[in-house]
């Protein structure tokens, strides 16, 4: 039988479960109500039918699950018993692949066989497919019918059916905020593990404050000494996302804060509002483009004509330029959040003083308001020195320790794609640094997230 | 204006208004009101929620104008000077009539910055030294010097509600205001903070011309030497104090006074 038949089947048996125990606890209610007790009844039938549907699914699903991933091994286990295996090489790898080859002649997915060896094997596969296949589904099958009986045995008028299926309700809905909490967990260790192994490589003091970063020399065998030294990149990631994006994203934000919540008309603030925040959703690869080919080309032009040595046509200007623009609907939309969180209270004393609007503005709405502010540029900031798309194509790949802005610099997500798109075997010391660099990225985004979250819930119970 | 208001109509009247109306879009929330304010009394404004005694009070000082669908119409004068003219600058208007709230606002910086925030605005202290004369002036005035003395650069926020609203009043003061407005300045507060800010308001009359909206009727009695009674955007009745509450002229006066509504 196959698995879209028997999930079928399942679901067939569920409804009925459904529909029966909704019956029998509707018949059984009716019966207890005229009782007249009112504890007589606890829930309603609707409850019985999906406590009696949940109990016929959930074993079955669960054996499925279980033997999905058991099945195989069996089957292959069954096919090397057969006499016809006897002729198979010892050596593992072309072991394995005859025995895939007649697995699909068998299921079906191949139509006929390379070797002639594994043409021997189909038909003791399809014998053991077919077995272990009919027995999971009878197994599935006897699991849904005692479930389902079990469950149906125990509906009473005032069995606690409603209880049952909300804790069940409550217990998925934890497993599923769970899975992230967990991912996370794994993606942290993985990161640990292979930084591990970095560090028994290179020296964490010299890869922290090394000076110079030049991975390819380690490749090349000149030794891991000195060729990892991460600083340049640390710079080059803080230059653009902390100083030249947010010199663009800090004031821009701020100000069209302001005008969108003291000034813009509504009609204004409904259209523009939106607009802003459509900025957020562009994919980040198409300010790439944008930065490479628009802004990075005209602004070494114009570095050349002022004459500014140096000036390379990948820029750390034009990068932190277009992630500063990106950046613009973060700030804006935290630091108008905060300033409209400022109570209109505050505004009207400001005003019945005889304050001016833009007084009231500098004088009253951004002090109340500058906590939650520092909290969205803190978020942004984390946000841009995790950036990987504008810098991949825009900051260019020179380790450079260098404060001109017109000159190449690279960060610690270029290198990262860098290193992983590389054709080195995955244990060098040039692969493993990429873990390391996230490692860096992911404390220092961690930390910003964490501050600037307390920031902003300290700022919101200032006002509650 | 009836018979009733022409009597009333004061000599010198520091602010008066003539058949004042003001629209929300609409909705007529105020329907011809005309009052004399003078500057020897407290000015009491009582009636139900919703009657526009507090729209009314925020047309004395334009507070109006920053709801944009608000319209006024008739004419309001302060000495003399129709204050909706567009010769009229707000800004000094708003420092001439002052005005404090229902709930405590003070800003969140410190007591002394609290107080120094009009004067610094409107440029009224010279340096350093006059700002502090102009605060403790006004903290001694709001009767708060002496509680505050010591911590005056603690946050103006960590206060009693009670001490935040009489600096409040000692922000409004500061400015030098020649009338204050009240709107309902002890709703917030407990009975202890309401009384301190009833003295205080004692104390502060003849100083300057002073306008109270109050739930509270016996509060009006207490605080106020002149009442007037407004109801469904009207004015219904304007008078001593002592005559509205123990002989009203108006029905609907004595209805609301007697409890039986509102």
Redesign the interface.
């Known amino acids: 039988m196959t698995g879209p038949a028997i999930l079928l089947l399942l679901a067939g048996l569920g409804a009925i479960a459904w529909v029966s125990a909704r019956a029998r606890a509707l018949r059984l209610q009716t019966v207890a109500r005229a009782t007249g007790r009112r504890d007589a009844v606890h829930s309603l039938p609707g409850y019985h039918g999906w406590y009696v549907a949940l109990w016929t699914l959930i074993p079955a699903a669960i054996f499925l699950i279980i033997w999905v991933n058991v099945a195989p091994g069996l089957v292959t286990q069954s096919v090397l018993a057969d006499p016809a295996a006897q002729s198979l090489p010892l050596d593992g790898f072309s072991r394995s692949a005859i025995l895939g080859e007649a697995r699909a002649i068998a299921s079906g997915n191949q139509a006929g066989a390379f070797n002639p060896l594994s043409q021997g094997l189909v038909e003791p596969y399809r014998a053991a497919l077919d077995k272990y296949g009919i027995a999971g589904a009878v197994l599935a099958l006897v699991l849904a019918f005692a479930g389902g009986a079990f469950a149906f045995t125990r509906i009473r008028p005032d069995f606690r059916a409603r209880t049952r299926v909300e804790r069940l309700v409550m217990a998925s809905l934890l497993i599923a905020s769970l899975i992230a909490i967990i991912t996370t967990v794994g993606i942290v260790a993985s990161l640990l593990w292979e930084s591990f192994r970095f560090f028994s490589m290179v020296n964490p003091i010299d890869f922290l404050f090394g000076t110079k970063w030049s991975p390819q020399s380690a490749a090349m065998g000149y030794g891991n000494d000195d060729a990892f030294g991460a600083v340049p990149l640390f710079w080059g990631t803080i230059f653009i996302g902390a100083i030249i994006a947010m010199i663009v994203a800090i004031p821009l934000g701020l100000m069209s804060a302001i005008y969108l919540t003291q000034y813009a008309s509504p009609t204004v603030r409904k259209w523009m509002k939106p607009t802003l925040e459509m900025l957020a959703g562009v994919p980040t690869v198409v300010y790439g483009y944008f930065a490479a080919l628009t802004i990075a080309p005209a602004l070494r032009d114009f570095a050349v004509a002022i004459g500014i040595h140096g000036a390379s046509s990948e820029s750390a200007l034009a990068a932190g330029l277009v992630m500063g623009v990106m950046i613009i609907p973060f700030v804006s939309s935290m630091a108008d959040d905060s300033i409209a969180a400022v109570p209109q209270s505050m505004r009207d004393g400001s005003l019945a003083m005889g304050a001016t609007t833009s007084e009231t503005i500098r004088k009253v709405l951004i002090p109340a308001a500058l906590p939650g502010v520092v909290g969205g540029v803190l978020l942004a900031v984390s946000r841009a020195i995790g950036e990987t798309m504008i810098v991949v194509m825009a900051a260019g790949l020179a380790a450079n320790l260098t404060a001109n802005p017109f000159a190449s610099v690279t960060t610690v997500t270029t290198q990262i794609v860098q290193l992983l798109t590389g054709d080195q075997e995955f244990d060098s010391a040039k692969t493993l640094a990429a873990f390391a660099l996230g490692l860096v990225l992911f404390i220092v985004t961690l930390l910003l997230n964490i501050v600037a979250l307390r920031v902003v819930k300290k700022y919101r119970e200032a006002y509650e | 204006m009836t018979e009733e208001q022409i009597k009333l109509a004061i000599e010198n009247p520091k602010m008066s208004a003539r058949d004042v109306k003001v629209f929300y879009g609409e909705k007529q929330a105020i329907k011809g009101v005309s009052i004399d304010v003078g500057m020897d009394h407290v000015t009491a404004f009582i009636g139900p929620s919703g009657c526009g005694k507090s729209t009314f009070l925020r047309t004395l ?1 334009r ?1 109006n104008d ?1 709801v ?1 669908s608000a319209r006024v119409e008739g004419e309001i004068t302060l000495d003399g000077e129709n204050i909706y003219a567009p010769s009229m600058d ?6 001439r009539v ?2 404090v ?1 229902q ?1 405590p ?5 410190s007591i002394y910055e609290n107080i120094a ?2 004067p610094r ?2 440029g009224l202290a010279a340096g350093k030294a006059d700002m502090d004369v102009i605060v403790e002036k006004s903290l001694r005035r709001a009767g708060l010097w002496d509680e505050v003395k010591d911590r005056l650069h603690d946050s103006g ?1 960590a206060l009693s509600g009670g001490q935040q609203q009489r600096l ?1 009043i000692g ?2 003061i500061a ?1 030098e205001p020649e009338v204050i407005l009240m709107d309902e300045p002890c709703s917030a507060l407990d009975p202890i903070a309401t009384a301190k800010i009833e003295e205080l308001i004692h104390e502060l009359r003849g100083r300057y011309a002073i306008v109270i909206v109050t739930h509270n009727m016996q509060q009006a009695a207490r605080v106020s030497q002149r009442t007037a009674f407004f109801h469904l955007g009207d004015l219904v009745e304007y008078g001593v104090t002592s005559d509205i509450f123990t002989n009203p002229r108006q029905e609907r006066t004595k209805d609301y006074i007697t409890g039986r509504y509102g």
Do not use: D, E, S
């Open positions: 000082n507070m920053t944009a707000v800004v000094q208007l708003r420092a002052g005005m709230f709930k606002n003070p800003f969140p910086k925030y009009g605005i409107h926020t409040c922000r409004a400015v």
